[in-house]
């Protein structure tokens, strides 16, 4: 089921691999992974038996963060286009901060030219959104593009480390992300949602910027009747 939001090709290959993987696995002593829920995930895939060892590795130091850049962006967002990484969801709750009158600056690193490309750009003039998509950046504009930035939005459904969440820890920008295990497995975010939700993340996205939206009323039996009645 996981699966099922990827083109065909890639279904395609992804099952092989898992297949393979199965093949192969009386041969293999352990398994090393770099996260806990990774590990987790292994074994409900294998057995609880599997030997599996966590130890998260980076392959390059962290640059130093640039204190005296400007601040353009009110939120990054740092991925592919992979159907994962869950864009729609996020320009999704873009779209209904905007219908509420609010309209943060979101930057985007998918890569020029995809389907999902396209789709931002005709939700961005539709609802007239701050978002802008940067397109694929090396590791040094990706740095650069972090110290732009007041934080880190991120709202991935699966990761097997998180990459730009350690990257952007490191920088001290403060992080909303999904509530989900591979994010606390390595950063403690400032405020989580439901990434399911455009609603769930629109609203984490209010608190950080201090706008939240006020609780629904509730009311009693004779208000409801008059508005069925109308």
Excluded at 163 to 177: M, S
Excluded at 199 to 218: G, M, N, W, Y
């Amino acid at each position: 089921d996981s699966l099922k939001s990827y083109p065909i090709k890639t279904r395609v290959r992804l099952w092989g691999e898992r297949l393979m993987l199965r093949a192969f696995t009386t041969r293999i002593d352990k398994f090393v992974v770099q996260t806990p829920s990774m590990a987790e995930q292994v074994r409900g895939f294998l057995g609880e038996q599997t030997p599996v060892v966590v130890c998260p590795f980076v392959l390059a130091e962290v640059d130093q963060a640039d204190v005296s850049a400007e601040k353009i962006y009110d939120f990054v967002y740092v991925a592919s286009a992979e159907p994962h990484k869950n864009h729609q969801k996020l320009i999704a709750a873009w779209c209904l901060l905007a219908e509420q009158g609010l309209r943060p600056s979101l930057a985007l690193t998918v890569p020029f030219d995809t389907a999902l490309s396209f789709q931002i750009e005709e939700l961005k003039r539709k609802w007239d959104l701050n978002v802008f998509n940067l397109g694929q950046l090396s590791s040094s504009e990706v740095c650069a593009l972090y110290d732009q930035s007041s934080a880190l939005i991120y709202p991935s459904t699966t990761e097997s480390l998180g990459l730009p969440l350690i990257e952007a820890n490191a920088r001290q920008l403060p992080i909303i992300a999904a509530e989900l295990d591979y994010v606390r497995d390595i950063v403690e975010p400032v405020q989580t949602f439901d990434p399911s939700s455009r609603t769930s993340i629109a609203r984490a996205v209010r608190r950080h910027l201090e706008s939240d939206e006020p609780a629904q009323l509730i009311h009693g039996p004779e208000v409801f009747l008059r508005e069925v009645m109308q």
